[in-house]
């Protein structure tokens, strides 16, 4: 799904908030600047550099807080975000997930995963905007 930008809320209209986010991403820059991101917005942001380690960690539970969501890259040299994906629906089928690529028709490879696939490069209220979006609409599945 891709939301129109002109419709986003603002950077700082975005409530804070007790969310963990787990950001899962072999680029230590990317992650960091997303890291950054999220951190303003109030999330506690956990990395995850292999994604394989982080579904041992998952699956482990080994974060002090429980993972609310997780953002992950789609082009990673041990594990492609679909595989990840895969792995992790396995254990965690209603875990929020984002996924971020460059390639368009990357979100095939997503089909019945359930994430919400976004189109990089990204602007900072777009990755708030559906990150808020995606949290809100599990909250609202759970009640």
Known sequence: MVVD????TRLDAIPENEFTVLLVDDNELQAATRQA???RAGYIVHIALDPAIALQEIRQDEFPEPISAIISDHIMPQMSGSEFVRELRQTHADLPV???SGMDEADQ??????????RKPLAPGLLLANLQSLLQVEAVSVV
């Open 37 to 39: 991101i999220l951190q």
């Open 98 to 100: 984002m996924v971020l």
């Open 5 to 8: 930008e002109q419709a986003l």
């Open 109 to 118: 490879e997503y089909e019945g995963l359930n994430v919400r696939f976004l």
